[in-house]
Structure formats: structure tokens, C-alpha cells
T-cell receptor, first 116, second 109 residues
Framework: NAGVTQTPKFRILKIGQSMTLQCTQD?????MYWYRQDPGMGLKLIYY???????DKGEVPNGYNVSRSTTEDFPLRLELAAPSQTSVYFC???????????????FGDGTRLSIL | TQLLEQSPQFLSIQEGENLTVYCNSS?????LQWYRQEPGEGPVLLVT?????EVKKLKRLTFQFGDARKDSSLHITAAQTGDTGLYLC?????????FGTGTSLTVIP
């Protein structure tokens, strides 16, 4: 059982380039999330999806786009890379959350992205 | 924005010592999660607390949820080198998830 798989693990981009960070999960989770983690800043939610075909903005969505065509995949797109987007990106997934307790989020191992 | 403040930011202790880390907010939480993250990996859930005043134990780790559901603490008894890592608290408002800035714990042998 692979869980949440992110590719690539590392990438260096030039300013203005574009790329897609891939995320796939094999747990049949309907919720998926993208976060970025900067030193000393914790994780910030970029986008999330509650199911195939449904996406919504998180706390820091500017400069990113997502799509959710299948339950398994939730790619994150950077269209015009900027130095401020240098960060570690984490994808996560979880089951439905009921009102009284949150289901655990299962995280991938991250993509380390540098924009130069 | 739901601000989750964690303290201390950094903690370095000797093996065998006890420690407590804190997670505080001005907002009331419906529930709160604690995660541990090791270098080069994603966070892994330790516990979810839901009820005000709740105490949960996970071996040497004791988690407490404040009565007013605005704060939480994690106490580690007799720390081991394997406890080294970044400890994160997290909560949500609807589908928006928020993480604290974390406490980086180093346990020295």
C-alpha cells in the first residue's frame, strides 16, 4: 500500500518557468490537499478538493492551480514560477470528515522546489 | 485566518528529561490534531482531541485539550532520541486546515 505518492522529490526551476507537481493516493480518500512549508512558518494550505471535479482555494492560492479529474490524482500547477514559491510542497489525503472529529490526513514525503 | 501559536519554537533536552509543548489560539477549536514530522518526511498524525478537558495518552506522550477548547499541550515523559522531530498542532474551520508553526524538539543522548 503506497499511500500518498509525490513526484518529483526535488526540482530546480528558473523564474518564469512552469511545472506540475504530481500527487496520487491509493487509499480511495475523497479529500485531498496541497500545502507549502517554509522554514519557521508551518504548513499553509494552498488548495483542497473534497472529491473528483471539486476544488477550492486554501489560505495561499495565488500563483497556483489545481485539478481533480480522478479520485486518485490531484496535481498542482505553477504557471509562472517566482522565487517566493521556493518551498517544500506536501500533498495529503483523508476520508470524509464528520462534524465531531477530523479524520487524519495522510501526507506524502514532499517535493522540494527551488526557483532561481 | 485561524492563528495557531506554538511554544517553544525550539527545544533541546537530554535523554530522560520531561518536556511540555503548547498550542494556543484565540479561537475555539471543534477539534485539534497533533502531528510529528521527521526530516525529509511528511507529518504523521499522533492524536486527535475533540472534547474540552480531554486527556489522551500515547505511551510516554500525554495530550491535553483545554476546557475552553482554545489550547492544547503535549507532554513527553522520559524523552528518548527517537522523539526528535517537529511537533505540529492543526485544526480547521470548515474545510480550511491550519497548522501551527511547530516546535522543533532535539533529544540529546
Amino acid at each position: 500500500n503506497a499511500g500518498v505518492t509525490q513526484t518529483p522529490k526535488f526540482r530546480i526551476l528558473k523564474i518564469g518557468q512552469s511545472m506540475t507537481l504530481q500527487c496520487t493516493q491509493d487509499m480511495n480518500h475523497n479529500y485531498m490537499y496541497w500545502y507549502r512549508q517554509d522554514p519557521g512558518m508551518g504548513l499553509k494550505l494552498i488548495y483542497y478538493s473534497v472529491g473528483a471535479g471539486i476544488t477550492d482555494k486554501g489560505e495561499v492560492p495565488n500563483g497556483y492551480n489545481v485539478s481533480r479529474s480522478t479520485t486518485e490524482d490531484f496535481p498542482l500547477r505553477l504557471e509562472l514560477a517566482a522565487p517566493s514559491q521556493t518551498s517544500v510542497y506536501f500533498c495529503a489525503s483523508s476520508y470524509n470528515r464528520d462534524r465531531f472529529s477530523n479524520q487524519p490526513q495522510h501526507f506524502g514525503d514532499g517535493t522540494r522546489l527551488s526557483i532561481l | 485566518t485561524q492563528l495557531l501559536e506554538q511554544s517553544p519554537q525550539f527545544l533541546s533536552i537530554q535523554e530522560g528529561e520531561n518536556l511540555t509543548v503548547y498550542c494556543n489560539s484565540s479561537s475555539v477549536f471543534s477539534s485539534l490534531q497533533w502531528y510529528r514530522q521527521e526530516p525529509g518526511e511528511g507529518p504523521v498524525l499522533l492524536v486527535t482531541v475533540v472534547t474540552g478537558g480531554e486527556v489522551k495518552k500515547l505511551k510516554r506522550l500525554t495530550f491535553q485539550f483545554g476546557d475552553a477548547r482554545k489550547d492544547s499541550s503535549l507532554h513527553i515523559t522520559a524523552a528518548q532520541t527517537g522523539d526528535t522531530g517537529l511537533y505540529l498542532c492543526a485544526s480547521n474551520t470548515g474545510n480550511q486546515f491550519y497548522f501551527g508553526t511547530g516546535t522543533s524538539l532535539t533529544v540529546i543522548p
